[in-house]
């Protein structure tokens, strides 16, 4: 109790604890600092330009082991892929061809509150024939 006794000043003097009589024009005021939680804006997607198809020339007999996979691509504020790889790791040579392709992709950018950003964005390549296109 002793030690509340000695701290009860302090804490009158720190901003926002200084007593306010009722009804005074003080009191009905909104602090005179207000604290501002930035919000992250939701980022578009980018949307595909134009698109390269894999050199699977190489593959004996046109046969290729795969039926292609998850991959991620880095895509920058010009919409340029600056990196890409697999989400996993598939057939070395399958992955190859893909990923050479994917670099060659052209994209408009992905936005945030209308400016261009770089994203990371997944992508499915299905090179199954039985199945249409590509799925992000």
Known sequence: ???FALL???LLTLPGCESQKPGSAESSEAPASTVVTPVELPTAPPKL???VAP???GFPGGHIPSEG???ILVIDEGGLVTDARPAVPGHPRVDAAILAA???WRFEPATRGGAAVGVEYPITINLNPNVQGQQN
């Open 69 to 71: 996979g998850r991959y």
């Open 1 to 3: 109790m002793r030690y």
């Open 49 to 51: 330009i134009s698109k």
């Open 55 to 57: 050199d699977f020339s």
């Open 102 to 104: 994917l670099r060659q």
């Open 8 to 10: 009860l000043p302090l």
